[in-house]
């Protein structure tokens, strides 16, 4: 396998676990690097349904280093819990890896992201309630802290120092809260160090360059559409989920990726506020949740459901970098007689039609999707597993959206089982 970067194409929880899964298989380390625990990934192996939220869904296999990158912001206390949940699955985390560089999210930033989204009115994103964008918005700011910094007591006072008053002042004049004591931080912190010890690489480097020659897989988190600088800007994640994002999350530099798998559903989910030109409010979109069993992992919310948005798929073959796409839930249209696929959007005001993505997303609420409409195929497609036995219909259907994304489909799945997929060519 060459080294693989796998990313959302669509607004999150397209399968990208299920892809990481199965590709981990041929990978010697694994690299989550970006996002936190807003992400909700979901793996069925065996038999068994494994959700994880900031753990490389590539840990099952018990070959492959798991590494969360510098990119990532991780809660403690949600960290704690995933990986005693999985414990008591029988995951080991031999293999689990966490750079000194990557981020933490405080009790503080989960409080301020709760009361942000409670008092932004009409400008509420829905957020996870994860303390997401708080804890980016301290990095950016340079006011956050690392993993490295609880394990050195000087540097984590000094810093609090610089940190503690500032911080205070925000919390207590701006949201009312109350402000916290440097012992009660670094109180928490030892507990954090602990919490961490048995993970934290501080030899990285070394790490990273014994496998530089080696198969590398990067596990994207969120979406494309979710990503900060082009995704439904304010309705987004406070990080790159782009396939550029892994050279700046993980640690390695562009050079080693080799390739970037988009996946995308066969049609499109969005949990949260914020833009959604293919949404179907109907009936349509209540039978895609149901047979999808789209509920967010993370907050249990029913996910937005509509029809597949070529647009949105161009744009995020672009920005992206997407050089093969991974289409999932094509069973989900077992059933269906006919399937819409969005090829284009029309303004209402003035008719002018878009096949390029427009980016300002406050017109998004003029327009309106222009169709193509296929046949459906009537017949199960979860137990098939070679691309010459799927029925003319799924073939056409899987053509037609190779052909307006402009990349190549490399596989399909049909089902949330490892098995249930097929490789159109090798990946
Ligand atoms: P992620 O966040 O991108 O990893 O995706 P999620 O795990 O949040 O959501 C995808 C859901 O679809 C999970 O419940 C998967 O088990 C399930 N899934 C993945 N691929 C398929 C597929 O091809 N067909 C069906 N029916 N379910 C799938
Ligand atoms: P995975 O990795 C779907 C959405 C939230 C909200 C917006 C901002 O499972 O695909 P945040 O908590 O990140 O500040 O919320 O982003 N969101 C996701 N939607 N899948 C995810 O992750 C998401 N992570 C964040 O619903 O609209
Ligand atoms: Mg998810």
């Not at 690299?31 to 936190?36: A, N, S, V």
Request: proline share 4%; glycine share 10%.
């Amino acid at each position: 396998m060459k080294n693989t970067v796998v990313i959302g194409a669509q607004w999150g929880d397209e399968g990208k676990a299920k892809i990481t899964d199965l590709l981990a298989e041929h990978a010697d380390i694994i690299m989550r690097y970006q996002g936190g625990c807003n992400a909700g990934h979901t793996v069925v192996a065996g038999g068994k349904t494994y959700k994880f939220h900031m753990i490389p869904s590539g840990i099952l296999y018990d070959k492959a280093i798991c590494f969360i990158g510098a990119g990532t912001v991780i809660h403690p206390e949600s960290f704690e819990r995933e990986l005693n949940e999985l414990k008591s699955e029988g995951v080991n985390f031999r293999n689990l890896k966490i750079s000194p560089l990557a981020s933490i999210t405080m009790p503080y930033h989960i409080e301020i992201d709760g009361y942000t989204e409670a008092h932004a009115g009409k400008g509420k994103i829905g957020t996870t309630k994860k303390g997401i964008g708080p804890t980016y918005s301290d990095k950016y700011a340079r006011i956050g802290l690392k993993i490295q910094d609880l394990y050195s007591y000087e540097a984590l006072s000094e810093k609090l120092d610089i940190i503690l008053p500032l911080k205070n002042k925000i919390l207590k004049n701006v949201y009312g809260f109350e402000p916290y004591t440097k012992e009660c931080i670094i109180s928490l912190c030892e507990k954090y160090a602990e919490l961490f010890k048995p993970y934290v690489c501080f030899d990285w480097q070394d790490l990273l360059n014994r496998y530089k020659d080696r198969t590398i897989l990067f596990e994207g988190a969120q979406g494309v559409m979710l990503d900060v600088d082009y995704g439904t800007y304010p309705f987004v994640t406070s990080s790159s989920p782009i396939g550029g994002g892994a050279a700046v999350g993980s640690g390695y530099g562009p050079s080693v990726i080799n390739e970037v798998v988009g996946v995308s559903k066969a049609y499109v989910t969005r949990v949260g506020e914020g833009p959604f030109v293919t949404e179907l409010t109907d009936e349509i979109g209540g039978k895609i949740r149901d047979i999808g069993h789209e509920f967010g992992v993370t907050t249990g919310r029913p996910r937005r459901c509509g029809w597949f948005d070529a647009v949105i798929m161009r744009y995020a073959v672009l920005v992206g970098g997407i050089t093969k796409v991974a289409l999932t839930k094509i069973d989900v249209f077992d059933d269906f007689d006919e399937i819409k696929i969005c090829t284009a959007y029309k303004d209402c005001r003035n008719d002018k039609v878009y096949t390029s993505y427009p980016t300002d997303v406050f017109i998004h609420k003029y327009l309106e999707p222009i169709y193509e409409t296929m046949p459906g195929w009537k017949t199960s497609l979860s137990d098939i597993r070679r691309y010459e036995d799927l029925p003319e219909n799924a073939k056409k259907y899987i053509a037609k959206v190779e052909d307006l994304i402009g990349a190549p489909i490399g596989i399909i799945s049909v089902g949330p089982d490892r098995e249930q997929t097929i490789f159109a060519d090798s990946i």
